[in-house]
């Protein structure tokens, strides 16, 4: 059975993946968007979840011109709003930092930088993995509710943990009143862990391992979904390459 309310179609767009809403706003105030073979142009237009949404090849280009970049970000930086004079990981994004610049696949440009935003966050006393884009669909796809990317780190600790503490931190534990998704976590080595998590809740590793009697001394990002840090050097950046995808 069909809803008996239409939804607005840039909602729609964002939950199929198309673009994030406010990317879809801006493309049908431009007439970017048709809505069964016809185009829309008014803000706030709805349809309903059956009907078939396409966009203008001025939208497609604009989407494909848009940049995602890998960061390795050092221990001192916040990923999001700069405070208490710290400074922001995407100010390390500067031709100068850009690591083998010959084997990239485009030139670095100032218009790289306008509205580049971190998908995800890395708090300020962890380092490694960053995504930073201009395209809203890859943000929804690592940030967004709905998000299955599987995010690893290797996590320095110290301490005792409680018993029966690595199963808990598999499963079980709680963050905020919510429970926590399952987890795979393993040792390293006896000081070192292995999370694979598929959520992001401000500094989860770190309190899920205060619950098991752990602290956290050091945090390392190396991989988002089929995104790997591999040998990029600390505060160094890359381009996202042709063919590389998170899923």
Same mark, same amino acid.
């Given at each position: 059975m069909l809803p008996m309310e239409k939804i607005r179609i840039s909602k729609l767009m964002a939950e199929r993946g198309m673009?994030?809403?406010?990317e879809a706003d801006a493309f049908i105030?431009?007439?970017?968007?048709?809505?069964?073979?016809?185009?829309?142009?008014?803000?706030?237009?709805?349809?309903?979840?059956?009907?078939?949404?396409t966009l203008e090849k001025q939208a497609r280009q604009r989407q494909t011109s848009r940049v995602t970049v890998i960061l390795n970000k050092p221990?001192?930086?916040?990923?999001h709003q700069a405070d208490h004079?710290?400074?922001? =990981?995407v100010s390390l994004i500067t031709?100068?930092?850009?690591?083998?610049?010959?084997?990239q696949p485009q030139r670095f440009d100032p218009s790289h930088l306008r509205g580049l935003a971190p998908a995800g966050r890395l708090d300020i006393d962890s380092q490694g993995l960053l995504v930073l884009t201009q395209d809203g669909r890859i943000a929804r796809q690592l940030i967004g509710d709905d998000s299955d990317v599987?995010?690893?780190y290797l996590v320095r600790?110290?301490?005792?943990? =409680?018993?029966?503490?690595? =199963?808990?931190?598999?499963?079980?534990?709680?963050?905020?009143?919510?429970?926590?998704?399952?987890?795979y976590v393993e040792w390293q080595n006896e000081d070192q862990l292995r999370f694979l998590l598929h959520e992001g809740k401000k500094r989860q590793i770190r309190r899920m391992c205060e619950q098991v009697g752990l602290k956290v001394v050091g945090l390392k990002r190396v991989r988002m979904g089929e995104v790997v840090l591999g040998?990029?050097?600390?505060?160094?950046?890359?381009?996202?390459?042709?063919?590389?995808?998170?899923?």
């Open positions: 673009c994030s809403r406010r105030e431009r007439g970017w968007v048709r809505v069964d073979g016809v185009t829309v142009s008014e803000l706030g237009s709805k349809a309903w979840p059956h009907q078939k949404i221990v001192g930086y916040v990923s004079g710290y400074k922001q =990981a031709p100068e930092n850009l690591y083998r610049p010959h084997k599987e995010k690893e600790v110290e301490g005792r943990m =409680a018993a029966n503490g690595l =199963a808990k931190l598999r499963h079980g534990l709680s963050l905020d009143g919510a429970p926590l998704r399952p987890a040998d990029l050097p600390q505060g160094k950046w890359r381009y996202l390459r042709e063919g590389e995808h998170f899923l």
